[in-house]
């Protein structure tokens, strides 16, 4: 007689979890990891405290580097952590010494989706190295002079994502102890001073629609035990998402700056389309009642200059009118063309007339020296090669 076994619910074998990626994670969610690794609470938080000093203080990328560590807990580690670092598909450098990273991200939540790719921008000055640092792939704004609101949104990027961009960049500009500054870093600093002195949360995407993970990833740049960037050193630019704005300021406190580039609610609403959401008066009154702006905290207004579309006397006029009360600078951007864009920058004349305008009001308004235009990496230019699958797309990589 035979007999058959019916093999339907036999008990498979479940696959280990994937090794946790450590970057994005704070101090609390590091000792929580380690703890479920079993290790008593006092143990988790002495070695949580190493791995961060290991990974933001001198940015390794292997645990069999972390000296001051057991043997035993290096393994450990490495067996169930990663310390994950983008893809460098690419990397230019602009006559002027500005640099530009094209940076490949796989989504931790679905890794069966294609790569997404970000830009990453470092403007090298005497005094000050800035890292312009993308929150979002692609954007949804639709602003009309910015070449990025041409790239349809893909999704956000994870607080360790935009630390990432942070912490390669460090890395290739030989910030961490021990590294080596690039043979044509052109301006970079030398020495014991930071090539990343400031950040600016003004790339890809709007950051207050990624609030969350901005904040998560700013508060870790800020933190004086890590990367140890101070508040006022970091900058988030936003077009102008009223609710975040105040929760910006009470919950990350970082200096705020507003893509501003019009002062009727008519033409805002046709270059930056937020505006019909959120208009010019609700914008200003959230920026007047910002909290800690003060005139050692003034927020940043920045004002692309399209030539006979918003520079003329008139408009600089009005502009001081609306900031009126708001300790405020305003940075005049003259426009960065980009393929098929419909504006043209307004004439250096014109730009010169604007600026004295709002500098004889009392209002510092220095005008953005265009930097990294041969390589596209100037303001508004920004654009990865990232597009958007179609919903079925998604869902069929997803299975």
Not at 40 to 61: F, H, I, S
Not at 91 to 106: H, N, P, Y
Not at 200 to 218: I, R, S, T
Not at 352 to 358: K, L, N, P, Q, R
Request: charged share 25%; with cysteine.
């Amino acid at each position: 007689m035979s007999v058959s076994l019916d093999m339907s619910h036999a008990v498979r074998p479940v696959p280990a979890p994937a090794p946790r990626d450590l970057i994005g994670l704070d101090r609390d969610e590091i000792g929580l990891e380690l703890a479920k690794l079993g290790l008593d609470p006092k143990e988790a938080r002495m070695r949580a405290k190493q791995l961060w000093n290991w990974v933001y203080v001198n940015g390794v990328t292997d645990f069999g580097r972390m000296t001051n560590v057991s043997k035993g807990a290096r393994q450990l580690f490495a067996d169930n952590f990663t310390l994950d670092r983008p893809e460098i598909v690419a990397e230019q450098v602009s006559a002027d010494g500005t640099r530009k990273w094209l940076f490949r991200f796989r989504d931790p939540a679905q890794p069966n989706l294609p790569p997404v790719d970000v830009e990453t921008v470092y403007i090298p000055e005497i005094d000050r190295g800035t890292l312009c640092v993308s929150s979002q792939v692609g954007c949804t704004l639709t602003c009309t002079f910015c070449h990025t609101g041409t790239q349809r949104l893909v999704r956000n990027l994870t607080a360790g994502e935009i630390l990432s961009q942070i912490l390669v960049a460090r890395e290739r500009l030989g910030d961490f102890p021990g590294g080596t500054r690039p043979a044509d870093g052109g301006l970079v600093p030398a020495g014991d001073t930071r090539a990343i002195t400031n950040i600016v949360m003004m790339g890809m995407g709007e950051p207050l629609y990624n609030f969350d993970n901005v904040k998560k990833a700013l508060l870790i740049a800020s933190d004086g035990d890590g990367i140890s960037l101070s508040k006022r050193r970091i900058t988030l630019s936003t077009s102008g998402v009223v609710p975040e704005i105040r929760r910006t300021g009470d919950e990350i406190g970082v200096m705020l700056a507003i893509s501003l580039h019009a002062v009727r609610d008519d033409l805002r609403n046709e270059l930056v389309p937020i505006n019909k959401k959120w208009p010019l008066a609700e914008l200003l009154e959230a920026c007047r009642t910002y909290p800690g702006v003060s005139n050692a905290r003034r927020i940043t207004f920045e004002y692309v200059m399209l030539k006979g579309v918003n520079d003329s006397d008139a408009d600089a006029r009005e502009l001081v009118r609306l900031l009126a009360k708001i300790p405020a600078k305003i940075n005049l951007i003259p426009f960065n063309p980009w393929p098929g864009s419909p504006y043209e920058c307004s004439d250096w004349d014109r730009i010169e007339s604007f600026a004295d305008i709002v500098n004889r009001a009392g209002y510092a308004s220095p005008v953005r020296t265009p930097r990294g235009r041969d390589i596209f990496a100037a303001c508004g230019q920004l654009k990865s090669e990232s597009e958007r699958l179609s919903r079925k797309q998604r869902e069929a990589l997803s299975v």
